[in-house]
C-alpha cells in the first residue's frame, strides 16, 4: 500500500526567510497531494493542494513542487511570519475513487522572531 | 456554530470506563471521519461514514464502536480502553467519499487513560 515519508520532523527558520517540507510517497498511482496545517489547539486545515497533471502550484506566500518521476512533492513558504509557525502534514491519494488519505507523520514549523 | 464541533474537549478515563465522543458537523457534507493523532505520528483513519453508512473499519479493535445516527452527528463509543488509547481523537467531514477532497476537521477530543 502507499507510504508517505515526510521530512523533516521539525524546521526552525529566521521570520522572513523561506521554509521547504519535503515529502514522498510510494505508490505510482497517487495523483493528489494536499497539504495541512494544524495550528495549536486546532483540527488540520488544508492550505493548498496540487494534482498529478500539474508540476507546481503557487497561493501567495506559498507554494508546491511536484516531481512524479522521483514520487515527492515539496510545500514551500517564503517570507515567514509568526503566524506560520505550526504543524504541517503532506498527504497522497488518488483522485476520483475510494482510496484513503495516508498522511505524513508532520512537520513542526518555528519561526523565530 | 459553523464547521465540526466535537465534545467534550478533553477527557479522563479509567480502562474499565464507557465513554462517548461527539462530533457534528454544520456543513451539509455527507462524509464523516473519525481519526486517531499520536504524537510525530501520521493521521491513522480510523472509520469513514458516507450517507450514514460506514464504508471504511481500518482494523480499529472493538473497544471502539462507532455511530453515525444521521448525516450530521457522529459519535466515537468507548469501552475498556487501554492506555495506548491515549492520544486525539479528530473528526471530520467532506462532501463526499471520494478518498479525496478538502476534509474538514474539528478541534479534537484529547483523551487520556489512565
Known amino acids: 500500500g502507499e507510504n508517505v515519508e515526510q521530512h523533516p520532523s521539525t524546521l526552525s527558520v529566521q521570520e522572513g526567510d523561506s521554509a521547504v517540507i519535503k515529502c514522498t510517497y510510494s505508490?505510482?498511482?497517487?495523483?493528489?497531494f494536499p497539504w495541512y496545517k494544524q495550528e495549536l489547539g486546532k483540527g488540520p486545515q488544508l492550505i493548498i493542494d496540487?494534482?498529478?497533471n500539474v508540476g507546481e502550484k503557487k497561493d501567495q506566500r506559498i507554494a508546491v513542487t511536484l516531481n512524479k518521476t522521483a514520487k515527492h512533492f515539496s510545500l514551500h513558504i517564503t517570507e515567514t511570519q509568526p503566524e506560520d509557525s505550526a504543524v504541517y502534514f503532506c498527504?497522497?491519494?488518488?483522485?476520483?475513487?475510494?482510496?484513503?488519505?495516508?498522511w505524513g507523520a508532520g512537520t513542526k514549523l518555528i519561526i523565530k522572531p | 456554530e459553523t464547521g465540526v464541533t466535537q465534545t467534550p474537549r478533553h477527557l479522563v478515563m479509567g480502562m474499565t470506563n464507557k465513554k462517548s465522543l461527539k462530533c457534528e458537523q454544520h456543513?451539509?457534507?455527507?462524509?464523516m471521519y473519525w481519526y486517531k493523532q499520536s504524537a510525530k505520528k501520521p493521521l491513522e483513519l480510523m472509520f469513514v461514514?458516507?450517507?450514514?453508512?460506514?464504508?471504511e473499519n481500518n482494523s480499529v479493535p472493538s473497544r471502539f464502536s462507532p455511530e453515525c445516527p444521521n448525516s450530521s452527528h457522529l459519535f466515537l463509543h468507548l469501552h475498556t480502553l487501554q492506555p495506548e488509547d491515549s492520544a486525539l481523537y479528530l473528526c471530520?467531514?467532506?462532501?463526499?467519499?471520494?478518498?479525496?477532497?478538502?476534509?474538514?476537521f474539528g478541534p479534537g477530543t484529547r483523551l487520556t487513560v489512565t
Open positions: 456543513l451539509g457534507h455527507n462524509a
Open positions: 505508490d505510482s498511482a497517487s495523483n493528489y
Open positions: 496540487i494534482r498529478s
Open positions: 498527504a497522497a491519494s488518488q483522485w476520483g475513487s475510494n482510496y484513503q488519505l495516508i
Open positions: 461514514y458516507n450517507f450514514k453508512e460506514q464504508t
Open positions: 471530520a467531514s467532506s462532501q463526499d467519499y471520494a478518498g479525496v477532497g478538502e476534509q474538514y
